[in-house]
């Protein structure tokens, strides 16, 4: 029986959005609602921060949380810090572990039990979402990484292009010529992978796209895919928390 571990990384620090884990999302702090959505889940869920106020938010709702290094380069490091302080703390070991975003604060629990399957396959390094865009607004946006994948449901290649370029068809036929992919940004990776992709160096697609994702492809790893009508909403500046904020949910 696989054992599954979800943690979720909160910064306090943000260009963008100071303290955005602890912004209120319709009267709860935001960190709260991903934690609720995650449990959905699974039966074991922490929060991994650098932050106390953070922290002590957390522990008030009843959450787990791991204290980890301010100095980590991306959520993936975090994470497998988190996991192995975990581990250690619980005298356990997991089989996979979730990397859950925490500006999302209506994650459907229904999305994270898709991704559990993929790993039923002995195959399957690391796995992901993905789902369909229909508008060529979202493909040209270079905010939304596209991807393109196999025909074994592996990814190929995560771009903020358009990807694939359709030759010789107009640009307004794009959406309704071919199924085109975003990707949703969470992770699931096998523990043992998870440790060692966090020791690889930074790779040229990785650079040139800014997608740590591309660096776990060029080293050999292969990441399922798995597509979904799931839709995220993410929040990643205070304008986006009005805008849920005035949602009905």
Known sequence: MIKYLGVIPARYASTRFPGKPLALVNGKPMIERVYQQATKAFENVYVATDDERISSVVKNFGGKVVMTSPDHPSGTDRICEALNKIESTEQSRYDVVFNIQGDEPYIQAEALEQLKHCFTDSSTHIATL???????????????????????????????????YLRNIPLEKWAESYFFLKHLGIYAYRSEVLREITKLTPSPLEIA?????????????????????????????????????????
């Open 209 to 249: 796209e800014s997608l740590e994702q591309n660096r776990w492809l060029e080293n050999g790893y292969t990441i399922k895919v798995e597509i979904t009508d799931y839709e995220s909403i993410s929040i990643d500046t205070p304008e986006d928390l009005e805008r849920v904020n005035s949602m009905n949910f």
């Open 130 to 164: 993905a789902k369909q865009m229909k508008e060529i607004s979202d493909i040209q946006n270079p905010n939304h990484v596209k991807l393109v994948k196999d025909s074994a449901g592996k990814a190929l290649y995560f771009s903020r292009s358009p990807i694939p």
